[in-house]
């Protein structure tokens, strides 16, 4: 099997979504694309920005040449997207560098409990996704047992890549590659991904 390239100054490959059930295998995926990332590109092309709530499961990854911010709390979460948000202004692609916000969990930022937080991490990722490529920077969201409310329909909509493991109900599926696609509830294995682009899905 011939390994997948993913354009991240394609409008339609620049974002993605990451999921599964629990022990789907979704951390492991975005820890592969990111290592991945980093033997095809240099740091002078390609950074990453990675939100890991609760240091969980990226704290090595702080130590790559690669990594511009690694932030492990809320606040500095807020403070780094909205640092983010501020350079999404002015004349458009003109940057040198991309960056990758990589996001472990989307419901440590969407489903936080505090229900101004949660619009202000939904209206930052939004934007994100909107003008993000634009201005150079992709948005990658990983989800554990999605739902509508921890990865909402409109931070989906710019999601154009999706990756869906192990999904224990047909509803989860359908959240990752959208309605009508179950594929990922039928895999029984941890590491085998259903992968959607363009509304093309392959396995």
């Keep these: ?79 780094l997207l909205r640092k983010f948000e501020s350079q999404m202004t002015g004349q458009e692609n003109t940057y040198r560098t991309r960056i990758a916000i990589f996001v472990d969990e989307g419901a440590a930022l969407l489903a936080t409990g505090d229900e101004d937080t949660d619009k202000e991490f939904r209206r930052l990722l939004k934007i994100c996704g909107d003008r993000g490529r634009a201005y150079g920077f992709s948005l990658w969201i990983g989800a554990q047992n999605p739902t509508d409310s921890s990865v909402p329909a409109d931070v989906r909509y710019n999601l154009g890549v999706r990756v869906a493991g192990s999904c224990s109900e047909a509803t989860r599926s359908e959240i990752i590659l959208d309605k009508g696609n179950r594929h990922a509830a039928s895999i029984t294995m941890p590491g085998v991904f259903y992968v959607k682009i363009k509304n093309i899905i392959t396995m």
């Design 1 to 79: 099997m011939e390994p997948l390239i993913i354009d991240l100054d394609d409008p339609n490959t620049c974002h993605g979504l990451v999921g599964a059930s629990t022990g789907g295998g979704k951390s492991t995926m975005m820890k592969q694309m990111m290592l991945s990332a980093c033997e095809m590109t240099s740091p002078e092309d390609l950074q990453f920005a990675i939100i890991d709530i609760g240091e969980k499961s990226f704290k090595l990854f702080a130590q790559l040449p690669h990594c511009c911010a690694y932030v492990t709390t809320i606040e500095d979460s807020l403070a």
